[in-house]
């Protein structure tokens, strides 16, 4: 199972740096971040190729957000600069030795959350 950490409260224009991990095994080939918002629907955020570096980032989090990976921790971070209050939400990394894009169904493996609050 994944688990991701790093989240908590922030202030608008902080950063927020996220982390993903696998416990005792590889975290797969395809990795991906969401997001859901309280009343929204879940949102893609980023996806990483693990190994390769290929990189996806949404529209809405573009020159924001970054994501990359940690060979050292076997970990894929999620990095969010200039965090806004519309960044609130459960943040939620999702694998897949299969899928690289941004439909959440793609992703068979899920981690169960972290919350990212942004106060203004």
């Known amino acids: 199972q994944l688990a991701e950490s790093g989240g908590g409260l922030a202030q608008a224009g902080d950063s927020l740096r996220l982390s993903c991990a696998a416990s005792?095994?590889?975290?797969?080939?395809?990795v991906g971040w969401f997001r859901q918002a309280p009343g929204k629907e879940r949102e893609f955020v980023a996806a990483?190729?693990?190994?390769?570096?290929?990189?996806l980032i949404a529209d809405s989090v573009e020159g924001r957000c970054t994501i990359s990976m940690n060979n050292a921790k076997d970990t894929v971070d999620l990095q969010i600069d200039r965090l806004e209050p519309d960044d609130t939400a459960v943040y939620y990394c999702?694998?897949?030795?299969?899928?690289?894009?941004?439909?959440?169904?793609?992703?068979?493996?899920w981690g169960r959350g972290t919350q990212v609050t942004v106060s203004s």
């Open positions: 990483i190729v693990w190994g390769g570096g290929i990189t």
């Open positions: 999702a694998a897949s030795m299969t899928y690289f894009g941004q439909d959440a169904e793609g992703y068979n493996d």
């Open positions: 005792g095994r590889r975290i797969g080939s395809y």
